[in-house]
């Protein structure tokens, strides 16, 4: 342990030394670790800003408490943030960044266009750690930190968050289009999706519980309602009365940008009342419902585990966030740190 104290330290002021010629260097003292890849280790971990930006906890959860505070919903739009973030070229923010002559976001995307929201409070917590240490936190890193904070204050699971991602130079519009899942998706369809991003099944049915917060358009479950199969029918899995509300709330036509909870019962809470609504044929999206249904896997096990088990959700929403946050980080010398999360440097 003292040999490797002093060999640490050594190390460090060496590093310190080479680092501090560099324009804007990637500073962590991750970099010093030599656990068998040669010196080259890249990944992410809790303590990534104990030193080069202490107070971005405190920093993060204050923008967050007061934004939850003035609405709730936005606990929910920036969970969902992080995950069309993580699904399109990892979670590189690329997401956050806005058209540009080199850039055509995603922010127009089919499953972002009139939907995706929250931008304005990843600004202020941006604004906020550009003062308190400057070009130090990714906007990866706020969109993952964000995620977790919204989580806890809606009453969710907490979990060590693993930090050091960095931001890209690129978005990808195809890539939002084709990698997120569409609402409509079959259980085989949602299966792919997640399976392509290295998430199983758990994964899908424990993250899929993000919808016990937040609400959804009516343009993204009319089809249910009005022609489930092509044959003018609703979704027979939707329990009557449920039906009935929502088609006050979604007609058949027009009417696309109105708003229902996802958990109508407990919208703002992050619970696990999204499970017993999903038993009692009260899940608002065909991909919410067909978790139970389907008959793909042991989707529909994990479903009535969840339901009847709060403590097994949060356990494993808590392990399927970090590895869904893991996806395709940027790290080292690769990407950088934005100064504005909606345009690359
Ligand atoms: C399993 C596949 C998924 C599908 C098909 C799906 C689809 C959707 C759709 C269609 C909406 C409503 C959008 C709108 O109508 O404007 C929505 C909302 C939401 N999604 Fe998902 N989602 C999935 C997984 C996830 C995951 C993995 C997370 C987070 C880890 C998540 C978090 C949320 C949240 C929190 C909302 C509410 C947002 C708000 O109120 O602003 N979803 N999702
Ligand atoms: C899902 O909706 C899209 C767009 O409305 C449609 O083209 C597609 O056929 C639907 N998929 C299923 C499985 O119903």
């Not at 750690?129 to 890193?141: G, K």
């Not at 994990?302 to 356990?315: G, M, W």
Request: glycine share 8%.
């Amino acid at each position: 342990m003292a040999f490797f104290r002093v060999s640490f330290s050594v190390t460090v002021m060496v590093f310190l030394c080479f680092t501090l010629s560099q324009a804007h260097p990637p500073f962590n003292f991750d970099w010093v670790d030599s656990g068998g890849n040669g010196g080259g280790y890249f990944g992410l971990f809790p303590e990534y800003y104990q030193y080069s930006c202490p107070a971005v906890h405190d920093i993060v959860m204050s923008v967050l408490e007061k934004a939850i505070a003035n609405e709730a919903r936005m606990a929910a739009s920036l969970l969902r943030l992080h995950f069309h973030d993580c699904f399109v070229q990892g979670c590189d923010a690329s997401v956050l960044l806005d058209d540009s002559s080199s850039i055509i976001s995603e922010k127009q995307s089919n499953p972002n266009r009139n939907s995706i929201r929250g931008f304005d409070v990843i600004d202020e917590i941006k604004a906020r750690l550009e003062e308190a240490c400057p070009q130090t936190v990714s906007c990866a890193d706020i969109l993952a930190l964000a995620a977790r904070g919204s989580t806890v204050l809606s009453g969710g699971p907490y979990w060590e968050l693993p930090l050091g991602r960095r931001d890209s130079k690129t978005a990808s519009i195809s890539g939002s289009n084709n990698n997120i899942p569409p609402p409509n998706s079959t259980l085989q369809n949602l299966i792919t999706f997640f399976n392509r991003q290295g998430l199983d099944e758990v994964d899908l049915v424990a993250l899929s519980g993000s919808h016990t917060i937040g609400v959804a358009r009516c343009v993204s479950f009319k089809q249910r309602l009005y022609d489930q199969n092509g044959n003018n029918q609703p979704d027979e899995t939707l329990e009557r009365s449920y039906y009935y509300g929502l088609t006050s709330v979604c007609p058949k036509s027009g009417g696309d940008n109105n708003i229902s909870p996802l958990d109508f019962a407990s919208p703002a809470k992050f619970d696990n009342t999204y499970f017993k609504l999903i038993l009692w044929g009260q899940g608002l999206l065909n991909s919410d419902e067909v978790l139970l249904t389907g008959n793909v896997g042991k989707t529909m096990e994990l479903v009535k585990s969840y339901a009847e088990d709060e403590a097994l959700f949060f356990n494993q929403f808590a392990k399927s966030m970090v590895k869904m946050g893991n996806i395709s980080p940027i790290t080292g010398y690769n990407g950088e740190v934005r100064m504005n999360c909606r345009q690359v440097n």
